[in-house]
């Protein structure tokens, strides 16, 4: 931390002169400071979309996205607790792109031609192109990790496995609402110039990430998103170009709510499951859940099984011992579930792991 005068207010104030940009906490200035001259540089394009939510409504929120995804609706006050509720205004580059992409490819015929025919003549060559605008959000922060979810906010609305972190603003701040919206107003037309009061009590975090970083990121996300889209029109893709055109870059904040909620179910499970705890995430423009962990995956389902089956071929194995020896057979029949169930759950884990984004740590100098 380094003590600095503001450029406009001229107040000292603490700053961590790492971040690449730096907000007055007097009169919400933005600046920019250069370590080598320690020449200050007010940044003037900097937003805010206001928060409007609170804990209590965001408690009601997820305890409604709970309900709906439960199929006895009423147990979920019984069954759900909700453990923690925080805020967070994180930075992002908004970058305004236009995306026009070419591509070409080979698709399959419908009705097959004469068998003898040479190779390939199952295929035609089809080409084509498209345009799209985006307001792509780029982080500011420099680890994507530091809080729940911030890796894959982008769900399109076509079938691809999203690789990238960064996401359309105006799609994902429309999505997920359990309330109509308050406003027709989309959360990037109803910013404001940044200043502290517009978070309305959340912490506003820091920006590490210069602009042009971002705008690197920004051409690559959508470039991999334009080439999964490309991929969706062919069965081999042959030629892929895209241009990126910028149209502007603003700095934004976006206020997200964080939910952290545990399931103790009413039932025998309850003996077998050990509650763990799941996280929600909400923005706070329109309240819509941006994304959620289910209260039991697959996985710990498994798990269960794999209890269940082992405590009971203990017993069978007791009785066989005791009273007849075909209780053996059965007993035997509930190993062999009970390790399949624990392969299955063990793999899953590994491969789950696997697919969690690798954070490249670069030591700060
Ligand atoms: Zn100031």
């Given at each position: 931390m380094y003590e600095l005068a503001c450029p406009a207010c001229n107040s000292p104030s603490q700053y961590d002169i790492s971040d690449y940009l730096l907000m007055c906490p007097f009169c919400s200035a933005t600046f920019r400071l250069d370590k080598e001259s320690g020449q200050k540089e007010i940044f003037n394009d900097h937003y805010i979309i206001a928060n409007t939510s609170n804990p209590v409504q965001v408690k009601s929120l997820v305890l409604e996205w709970l309900a709906r995804l439960n199929h006895k609706p009423n147990a979920t006050a019984k069954e759900y607790f909700i453990t923690n509720i925080s805020g967070l205004s994180r930075p992002y580059w908004v970058v305004s792109l236009e995306v026009y992409t070419v591509w070409k490819g080979l698709v399959q015929r419908q009705h097959r031609v004469r068998?003898?025919?040479?190779?390939?003549?199952d295929y035609l060559i089809e080409h084509g192109q498209f345009k799209r605008n985006y307001r792509w959000a780029i982080s500011g922060r420099n680890n994507i990790c530091e809080s729940w979810g911030m890796t894959r906010l982008h769900e399109p609305k076509e079938p691809i496995e999203v690789a990238w972190d960064g996401f359309p603003l105006d799609s994902t701040f429309s999505r997920g609402q359990l309330q109509e919206p308050k406003t027709e107003k989309s959360a990037y037309d109803s910013r404001e110039f940044f200043e502290f009061k517009f978070s309305n009590g959340l912490a506003i975090i820091g920006v590490q990430v210069d602009e042009d970083e971002a705008l690197r990121r920004a051409r690559l996300h959508v470039e991999q998103y334009h080439l999964e889209l490309s991929k969706l029109n062919v069965d081999y893709l042959t030629d892929f170009r895209t241009e990126v055109e910028v149209a502007g870059v603003q700095l934004v904040h976006l206020p997200f709510w964080y939910a952290t909620y545990v399931y103790r179910p009413r039932t025998i499970l309850r003996h077998f499951y050990r509650p763990k705890e799941k996280n929600v995430i909400l923005e706070g423009y329109n309240n819509g859940v941006l994304a959620g962990e289910l209260p039991i995956r697959h996985k710990d389902k498994l798990w269960v099984n794999a209890l269940i089956c082992g405590a009971a071929s203990v017993i069978l194995f007791l009785l066989g011992l005791a009273w007849h020896s075909a209780f053996f057979v059965v007993a035997l029949f509930g190993v062999i579930v009970t390790a399949a169930s624990a392969y299955v759950a063990l793999t899953r884990a590994a491969e789950a792991n696997e697919q969690a984004p690798v954070v490249e740590r670069t030591a700060q100098a």
């Open positions: 068998l003898d025919s040479y190779p390939g003549t």
